[in-house]
């Protein structure tokens, strides 16, 4: 289609020279006279001010009506379809997207794909988890919508806007939006919405940290200080920090962390860590364990798996998710 809207309006074009320089020549008329006759002649206007007096003028004029006219017409045509073409494109686009948010369920709602926000998603596409984002820039929802990615237009400080993304069925809310108070207010609404979802937000500065934890986030990101930590740990601890590179963002490297939550069915449950084989069996590593407010960095040997803790723990990819499985089933 674009093509073709190209080749008639460069058709068009030439159409617009040719008849220019036949009235200038057969008609003796100036450029700007000349000009003036031919966009009449082509939109069929007919004014009469200036009217071809020559027979040679006459000849031309008959003749360029038809071809002139046929492809202004079809130029015109072409133009009117392409805009409508891309505006039903853009609505049944718009729809099937809203359709498919309507459906999610325990996905994770991203509001604001900036500096930040833009690397957010990459992330959660490497890790293929099933994500919603509302961004209110026109240029940064085209392009989302480019990459086929699900994208709200709208203001997530909005109830209406997190509501439509769906925040009522999301597991969790990332505030990524470049000013502290708007984060500071989503994560106020999307907690009210939402009492359960797990909120992360970010903050420029450090005195935002607080406000954001009253307002109801779970964790607060300040990607200054983050930077700063990281950029010590690299020169400090270069080994470590390797290692952890390669195992959160180096897919060559078929290693992963994993958050194992126990429920009351998983077989787990009144074993002891030596008992569990989670060493033997999934090749895994507990690194820590999470029972409530209290975290315990390698748990010992001896210590007895309750319900509702969560494991943090390092294996192979390809194990990780049957690990997660076993833990809440009560398979033997």
Not at 57 to 64: D, H, M
Not at 214 to 236: D, E, K, L
């Amino acid at each position: 289609m674009v093509q073709r809207l190209k080749k008639s309006i460069g058709a068009f074009l030439i159409i617009l020279i040719i008849g220019i320089w036949g009235f200038m020549i057969f008609e003796e008329l100036s450029f700007l006279d000349a000009l003036y006759v031919t966009i009449v002649t082509l939109a069929t206007v007919g004014y009469g001010d200036i009217t071809p007096v020559t027979p040679e003028g006459r000849i031309f004029v008959i003749f360029f009506i038809v071809a002139g006219f046929s492809v202004t017409y079809y130029t015109l045509i072409m133009v009117v379809s392409l805009l409508l073409e891309g505006q039903i494109r853009d609505l049944l686009g718009r729809r099937g997207m809203e359709r498919s948010i309507s459906k999610m369920q325990d996905h994770i709602i991203v509001c604001g794909a900036g500096k930040v926000g833009s690397n957010v998603v990459q992330s959660l596409l490497e890790k293929k988890e099933p994500f919603v984002v509302i961004e209110k820039d026109d240029i940064v929802y085209q392009a989302l919508r480019e990459e086929k990615i699900l994208v709200l237009h709208g203001d997530a400080t909005l109830d209406s806007v997190l509501l439509q993304a769906g925040v009522a069925e999301a597991k969790g809310v990332i505030a990524a939006l470049s000013d502290d108070a708007d984060n500071v207010y989503v994560t106020l609404t999307a907690r009210s919405l939402n009492p359960t979802a797990h909120i992360v937000a970010r903050a420029e500065r450090l005195e935002a940290e607080n406000k954001l934890r009253i307002a109801g986030a779970n964790q607060v990101i300040v990607p200054s200080v983050m930077g700063a930590r990281q950029m010590v740990a690299s020169m400090t601890r270069p080994v470590f920090v390797d290692f952890v590179e390669n195992v959160l963002h180096n897919e060559e490297l078929p290693m992963d962390f994993s958050e194992v939550t126990i429920n009351a069915t998983s077989s787990f449950v009144g074993k002891r860590f030596a008992e569990s084989q989670i060493k033997e069996r999934f090749h895994s590593i507990v690194i820590a364990l999470r029972r409530g407010e209290e975290l315990m960095s390698n748990p010992h040997a001896q210590e007895r798996i309750q319900v509702g803790d969560v494991l943090l723990v390092l294996g192979p990819t390809e194990y990780l998710g049957e690990l997660q499985h076993f833990a809440q089933s009560s398979e033997k």
